[in-house]
């Protein structure tokens, strides 16, 4: 008797994962032929992996310097890759669809909304028109504002690269750069082109929904901000005023970062670190040469990331603040999450608690192997494996010196850091059993 096996369904999140697992794979290979790197030679298949995981995954850490080592072939795919992994490769798979006039199918609706963390299938063709245009407008705005500054120093073909390949790996929050291995210390003083790689960052790491919602706000379609862009739009620029506010305080008498630079500079140098600290990696002073209090308020920096449904990293502002709320109200003795008179529902701390406690049990899992692996000072370490995970980028000059299984430790954080450890660890569960019995309830004592 011949009875027809289903086969089992791939969840989106699932199909999410292999995208990306699929980019990086081929983007590997291509990086690892003589015509990417800049001499001709093979380049070693572990770091052309390290560095395509790096560019899809928006990390910016390194093993070889990207200004001297790839070839203009090489630079382009880097770049063609940090594009895609910044806008999701799910998603712009499906605007090629749509540019040619195929109608989105309900899967792949879902794969857009799984992709985004979305919470509904309405309006995803419009929502993703409007985030590819928004982001080729930024970007080509940036590449302009870079324009004077890089013309001035390599010329006009070269300086126009620059401008283009920084202002899609800074909006994208990728940390790659072309200036060699310094990253963008030699512009430490320059205000203008700081302002410039600021703004785009931070523009980057708000996530498309505050800018839906500014937009509808700014038209008059809106009387107020969401809940969502309120405590992103608070709690960053919160993170980006403590930051600075630490960081100057922290390195003005360190004569290896900003100790010997004037007052105004001193201000700019703190400011950029807080921004870039959230997982841009761009860096814009000597991260090796940090005081233990800077590095520890980098490591929180860090973890906490961007915002969600953009192109940063870390486990995002929103998820913390969701978290520090409800200590808050557990300390308080209320029955809710109240934020800004609106009550939070407990599956979205549930969803908060699961994804901070999966980060950070993938960030100590990946330090116990580092430290039985790798060869390094504790703090390098540590400061290596936090900036992976939360796809940062920013190195105490560490990344090179790493062996092989270092360098695997940390391919697979900063893979885990960009597809999120609660979407992994969905993607690798089998089908979920939905909940139709609900048990006898018993409490126990914590504390």
Known sequence: MNQKTKKPAISTTQKIVLSFFCVILIGGLLLSTPLASADGTVTPLIDALFTATTSVCVTGLVTVTTAFHWSLFGQILILFLVQLGGLGVAALTMLFF?????RLSLSSRKL???????DSLGGITHFLRRVFLGTVIVEGIGALCYLPVFISDYGIRKGIWFSVFHSVSAFCNAGLDLIGSDSLIPYAGSLWFNLVTMMLII????????????????????????????????FSAFLILFGSVCFFIFEYHNPDTIGGMSL??????????????????????SQSALTSQSVFIMLMLMFIGGSPVGTAGGVKTTTIFVLLATIRSTIRGDRDTNIFGRRIPAGTIRKSLAVASVSLLTSLTALLLMFLFAEGSATDIVYEVVSAVGTVGLSRDFTATLNFIGKCIILVCMFFGRIGPMSLVIALTAKSKNETVRLAEEDITVG
Do not use: C, E
């Open 98 to 102: 749509l540019s040619i006039g195929k």
């Open 112 to 118: 857009i909304v799984d992709s985004f963390n979305l």
């Open 203 to 234: 523009l980057g790491g708000l996530g498309f929904i505050v800018w839906r919602d500014l937009l509808y706000l700014l038209k008059g379609r809106k009387k107020r901000l969401s809940l969502h862009s309120r405590i992103v739009l608070r």
């Open 264 to 285: 105004p500079h001193k201000i700019l140098a703190s400011l950029f670190q807080s921004v870039t600290s959230r997982t841009a990696g761009f860096a814009g002073m």
